[in-house]
């Protein structure tokens, strides 16, 4: 998970924030007091959490090149997720306290009495809690003094994006590298070519795309024509032009000096700001302009506000073309409807490659390849960035043997390809509470489409919505996410059903890498096993490989989540085997039974720690009163159950209950 190129804001380091304020809570505190727990071990748990994270600005930035850097990471997130579950079974036991000193209600049914009555008393657990809070700590503690031998520095905060990894762009294109561009050139043209008779003053035209979709090259084809309009006329369009490439630090001195020196101002690297902002307000006074900013990250509207102050006195019809990955960026000062990029079709892709892989595109005397090469293109998903890069590997090969290679191999998706690389930078600018959403999604086969409150409910269910200090309510805390990973191009609308998500199969890629072990898809025929670290399966199973698939679960006792779908109906004693070696599950989705009644739901019944529960389009006709002991339930989906008729009569002692959707 923690495998990225750039250094931001910490996934890791928010783990830490959440876990730190779960131990310093009233509720862990009151619980140690009242079972005479010494919470000294507790105490230094905490403080060696702060320590690690002050290492980890270092650790992300080191890891790249260094293998021992990555293992010591993937170390320290395995002992989050076990600090993490750790806590869960605090809370979970003082639920339970609480819910035996109850005096049970007298419309308790006796079948629940008997229930609570043969819970496992809490205290017998008390012995077992002491040894595992140290177990944490020593690993932690382990994990902090292996700093000076892996060269690792304490920092504080957020340390600045590697801008230096970028390429600078300009406004200059080779017009012939672009394929299947020509409507969306139109279309900008139409929003930028000024109009005397109406219009505003100034026009903010917004370029939207995910990282490799050909924003800039846009914006180059359209700055480019409007330069030989003016050639080819003798008249200005515009007054002044100006392109300035702004990336992931949206510095409005560094921009507006930039800005001054492409309208005739070279000598001003020693002005003040105020000295800057007065010599381009003058520059600029009853011009025409057109400024292509490209590559913009910022939406602090303060730094909008005062970075285009000087451009309050500019002639009617001047235009700023900005180019971003975030919607949310667009919108800021955009007067205009956002122009978003949508995927190139195969064949468009097919040219790109053909264009990159055969020095011109005449791949003529090549007539073998075209066919296994349309099928690589297809690989790009639309992506140009990525049609560009699998040319350049193929440039060399002429073998059909070669390319055939290619096509059944995943070299097109290592993380040092140039692909991930660029989308890998959109992910370093999350936040970092979005991080570990946006990985989760490693989880969906390609092409899975996804409803949006589907996916907060799982959110939800991980504890990924929980922010120290905050007042939101969960729900409305994971729409603000779902909702920015959309406008940054994660998550995408499907383009069969308006009201469906998915991802483009290049960010599905970036998540697993990110993810890495943590998080694991089973899927057709293959053999691959989960690692000791997986905490995050989806399985897709089939009545021929149902065991073995079970068996590739290599520590099933550690799973967080496990969503399961079928191609045939698999026994219930399958399911049942395997539901009793879980210990620690949040998330069960079970795929659908056509039977009656269900054995495996007193198997459900003991995942004291689960949140999610799915049981879906099944015979089920009531759900037994054991469920009631699940405490921490936060949904409870039983949609097309036709024929369920009653629920428990204890559901009340479900306190976390927020969902259930029984339609």
């Not at 924003?215 to 006329?233: C, N």
């Not at 009644?597 to 999610?612: G, Q």
Request: aromatic fraction near 8%; proline fraction near 4%; charged fraction near 25%.
């Amino acid at each position: 998970m923690m495998a990225v190129a750039l250094i931001g804001e910490s996934l890791l380091s928010a783990v830490i924030e959440v876990l730190v304020d779960r131990i310093a809570s009233s509720e862990v505190k009151n619980f140690f007091k009242r079972q005479k727990l010494d919470d000294g071990q507790l105490r230094k748990l905490k403080s060696t959490m702060r320590a690690v994270g002050k290492l980890l600005s270092d650790a992300e930035e080191k890891h790249i090149t260094d293998p021992a850097v990555k293992g010591w990471l993937d170390d320290l997130k395995d002992a989050l997720y076990q600090a993490d579950d750790f806590l869960d079974e605090i809370a979970y036991k003082a639920l339970q306290l609480k819910f035996e000193a109850e005096p049970q209600s007298e419309t308790c049914s006796d079948q629940a009495r008997s229930f609570l009555t043969s819970l496992v008393p809490c205290k017998k657990g008390m012995g077992e809690m002491q040894p595992e809070l140290e177990k944490i700590l020593q690993i932690l503690q382990d994990l902090l003094q292996q700093k000076v031998d892996l060269g690792l520095i304490e920092s504080v905060g957020r340390r600045p994006l590697l801008s230096s990894q970028k390429i600078p762009t300009t406004a200059l294109v080779d017009e012939s590298d672009v394929f299947g561009r020509k409507v969306d050139r139109e279309n900008i043209m139409a929003l930028l070519l000024p109009d005397d008779s109406e219009g505003r003053q100034l026009d903010v035209v917004p370029i939207v795309g995910m990282g490799g979709m050909g924003k800039t090259t846009l914006a180059q084809l359209v700055y480019r024509e409007i330069e030989l309009l003016e050639d080819r006329y003798g008249t200005k369009l515009f007054d002044l032009k100006a392109w300035v490439y702004v990336s992931e630090e949206f510095n409005t001195l560094k921009v507006t000096r930039d800005i001054l020196k492409e309208v005739g101002l070279p000598k001003c690297d020693n002005m003040t700001e105020n000295q800057i902002h007065s010599e381009l307000e003058k520059k600029l006074r009853g011009k025409r302009v057109l400024l292509v900013l490209d590559d913009v990250w910022s939406e602090d509207q303060a730094a909008w506000d005062f970075f285009l102050k000087p451009f309050k006195s500019v002639r009617k019809g001047s235009k700023i073309l900005v180019t971003t990955r975030n919607e949310n960026v667009a919108s800021v000062k955009s007067t205009f409807p956002s122009h978003r990029l949508q995927n190139l079709s195969d064949d468009e892709c097919w040219l790109v490659l053909a264009k990159v892989a055969f020095d011109g595109g005449n791949f003529s005397a090549y007539p073998g390849l075209e066919e296994v090469g349309r099928e690589i293109a297809k690989k790009c998903s639309g992506l140009p960035l990525a049609a560009k890069t699998l040319g350049g590997l193929l440039r060399s090969k002429r073998e059909g043997k070669e390319w055939r290679k290619i096509l059944k191999s995943n070299l097109w998706k290592s993380p040092n390809d140039k692909v991930l690389s660029a989308l890998q930078l959109s992910y370093h600018c999350l936040p970092s509470y979005q991080k570990q959403c946006f990985s989760y999604c490693a989880i969906f086969p390609e092409g899975y489409e996804f409803n949006k409150k589907d996916l907060i409910l799982l959110w939800m269910a991980e504890g990924f919505l929980v922010q120290p200090g905050g007042n939101k309510e969960m729900e409305e805390i994971g729409a603000e996410f779902f909702d920015d990973l959309v406008s940054r191009s994660f998550l995408q609308q499907s383009s069969r059903d308006p009201s469906l998500f998915i991802m483009h199969d290049l960010m599905n890629h970036l998540a697993a890498f990110i993810s890495g072990e943590f998080c694991f898809r089973l899927e057709g025929n293959g053999s691959s096993n989960t690692s000791q670290r997986t905490r995050h399966l989806s399985c897709i199973l089939k009545e021929h490989d149902v065991s073995q698939k079970f068996e590739a679960f290599c520590n099933p006792r550690l799973l967080r989540t496990l969503i399961l779908s079928k191609d045939k109906s698999i026994s219930a004693e399958v399911i049942c085997k395997l539901l009793r070696m879980l210990e620690r599950l949040r998330v069960l989705s079970m795929p659908p039974y056509i039977f009656e009644p269900l054995p495996f739901l007193d198997s459900i019944a003991k995942l004291k720690h689960l949140r999610y529960l799915k049981l879906s389009r099944t015979d089920l006709t009531k759900l037994p009163e054991s469920i009631c002991g699940l405490y921490n339930l936060q949904t409870l989906i039983l949609i097309w159950c036709f024929r369920l008729y009653e629920l428990p009569a204890g559901m009340g002692r479900l306190i976390n209950l927020r969902h259930l959707d029984i339609t």
